[in-house]
């Protein structure tokens, strides 16, 4: 039995085969706004997926894949639930199925989602002050608007600081508003881009042999330079963690196709960062304190520092540097409103 059979046989018969956006009757607009609605709904049939974005996210990683990577890709599916799994982690039972089942983390997903609407609007904001300067009526509304969300979600994170293995945010939280159309557009790509790191990182756990089928991931992250691979330095746990950041940075730059086919705005390794960058961001967010580890995982600040070597050694130098300044930027207004998380200090971030 293939592991999508025994998810929708013994362990969820209640959905019926339904994608996820269909029972949890998300409007598809809203979250993802150049989305289709149509191109969901009844002409979605489960392959990767019950999450129809997910599912595209899985055939985009199998098919810029090498063989062997294929074909593993190939025999996933990842369950996308809302609250009854409390952790993305998966399950894995060689006796049970065939393949990987992953169960995948809505929490933090939708949490990234929040953030990437703040982004998209900071990455404006910034455009703004660049070609009108500070004084310009425009630049102001994007400063107002930009501040007005800033203290929005700094008063939710509050609430949604999390015990690691769950974060739930409320339902109806939304920075957006329904007035900025070209940013959500912009905010949906971003979204898109940090479910591809946390579905890459899921997926490697899997593919790295650390929930008990078999390694083909360790041959790929091993080639990494030293500095790339700070799994040697760490206790075998948090190992796991350095791991599967370092082979989803593979797997998500490593694309050769366009991220999605309707626009080509983002480099698959531009994308690679933002996604990287902002989930592990929003992770810092949540936990308070970069610099404490948990049992489970690894300090914040440390799984960041080796994500930009491992993006540095993959791409190119340049935009990169654009990319690492604006989140350190993004990084200190979030920290002069919510005093957690991430400072904007390089300092601080390299400290450990
Ligand atoms: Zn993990």
């Given at each position: 039995m293939k592991a999508k059979e025994y998810y929708y046989e013994y362990i969820a018969p209640e959905e019926g085969g339904k994608s996820y956006q269909e029972l949890q009757a998300i409007d598809m607009k809203s979250r993802f706004g150049y989305v289709s609605a149509d191109s969901v709904g009844k002409n979605f049939t489960p392959r990767y997926s019950n999450d129809f974005l997910l599912d595209y996210l899985i055939e985009d990683f199998a098919r810029n894949a090498d063989a062997s990577l294929q074909n593993r890709l190939e025999n996933i599916f990842v369950a996308k639930r809302f609250n009854k799994v409390p952790n993305a982690r998966a399950k894995g039972s060689k006796k049970d199925y065939e393949g990987d089942l992953i169960f995948f983390q809505v929490g933090l997903s939708d949490a990234c989602f929040q953030y990437a609407i703040l982004l998209s609007n900071f990455q404006y904001m910034k455009a703004y002050l660049k070609d009108y300067g500070i004084n310009h009526p425009k630049s102001l509304e994007q400063v107002s608007v930009f501040q007005d969300k800033l203290i929005k979600l700094s008063n939710a994170q509050k609430r949604w600081?999390?015990?690691?293995d769950f974060i739930q945010i409320e339902k109806d939280f939304n920075l957006i508003e329904g007035s900025q159309s070209e940013q959500e557009e912009r905010a949906a790509e971003i979204a898109l881009l940090t479910d591809r790191f946390i579905l890459g990182h899921e997926i490697a756990h899997h593919l790295l042999g650390h929930t008990g089928n078999y390694d083909i991931g360790k041959g790929y992250i091993e080639l990494l330079p030293d500095n790339c691979k700070l799994w040697h330095k760490s206790d075998s746990v948090h190992a796991k963690e350095f791991q599967a950041d370092a082979l989803s940075l593979l797997m998500t730059c490593n694309a050769?196709?366009?991220?999605?086919?309707?626009?080509?705005?983002?480099?698959p390794k531009t994308g690679s960062a933002l996604g990287a960058l902002l989930t592990l961001t929003v992770l810092g967010q949540l936990a308070g304190d970069i610099h404490k580890p948990t049992r489970t995982h690894p300090k914040v600040a440390v799984r960041y520092k080796q994500a930009m070597h491992i993006l540095v050694e993959l791409t190119y130098h340049g935009f990169l540097i654009h990319i690492f300044e604006d989140f350190l930027s993004f990084h200190k207004l979030l920290h002069t409103t919510q005093n957690r998380g991430f400072t904007g200090d390089i300092d601080d971030l390299f400290k450990d």
């Amino acid at each position: 039995m293939k592991a999508k059979e025994y998810y929708y046989e013994y362990i969820a018969p209640e959905e019926g085969g339904k994608s996820y956006q269909e029972l949890q009757a998300i409007d598809m607009k809203s979250r993802f706004g150049y989305v289709s609605a149509d191109s969901v709904g009844k002409n979605f049939t489960p392959r990767y997926s019950n999450d129809f974005l997910l599912d595209y996210l899985i055939e985009d990683f199998a098919r810029n894949a090498d063989a062997s990577l294929q074909n593993r890709l190939e025999n996933i599916f990842v369950a996308k639930r809302f609250n009854k799994v409390p952790n993305a982690r998966a399950k894995g039972s060689k006796k049970d199925y065939e393949g990987d089942l992953i169960f995948f983390q809505v929490g933090l997903s939708d949490a990234c989602f929040q953030y990437a609407i703040l982004l998209s609007n900071f990455q404006y904001m910034k455009a703004y002050l660049k070609d009108y300067g500070i004084n310009h009526p425009k630049s102001l509304e994007q400063v107002s608007v930009f501040q007005d969300k800033l203290i929005k979600l700094s008063n939710a994170q509050k609430r949604w600081s999390s015990y690691w293995d769950f974060i739930q945010i409320e339902k109806d939280f939304n920075l957006i508003e329904g007035s900025q159309s070209e940013q959500e557009e912009r905010a949906a790509e971003i979204a898109l881009l940090t479910d591809r790191f946390i579905l890459g990182h899921e997926i490697a756990h899997h593919l790295l042999g650390h929930t008990g089928n078999y390694d083909i991931g360790k041959g790929y992250i091993e080639l990494l330079p030293d500095n790339c691979k700070l799994w040697h330095k760490s206790d075998s746990v948090h190992a796991k963690e350095f791991q599967a950041d370092a082979l989803s940075l593979l797997m998500t730059c490593n694309a050769t196709k366009e991220l999605s086919n309707h626009q080509d705005r983002e480099n698959p390794k531009t994308g690679s960062a933002l996604g990287a960058l902002l989930t592990l961001t929003v992770l810092g967010q949540l936990a308070g304190d970069i610099h404490k580890p948990t049992r489970t995982h690894p300090k914040v600040a440390v799984r960041y520092k080796q994500a930009m070597h491992i993006l540095v050694e993959l791409t190119y130098h340049g935009f990169l540097i654009h990319i690492f300044e604006d989140f350190l930027s993004f990084h200190k207004l979030l920290h002069t409103t919510q005093n957690r998380g991430f400072t904007g200090d390089i300092d601080d971030l390299f400290k450990d």
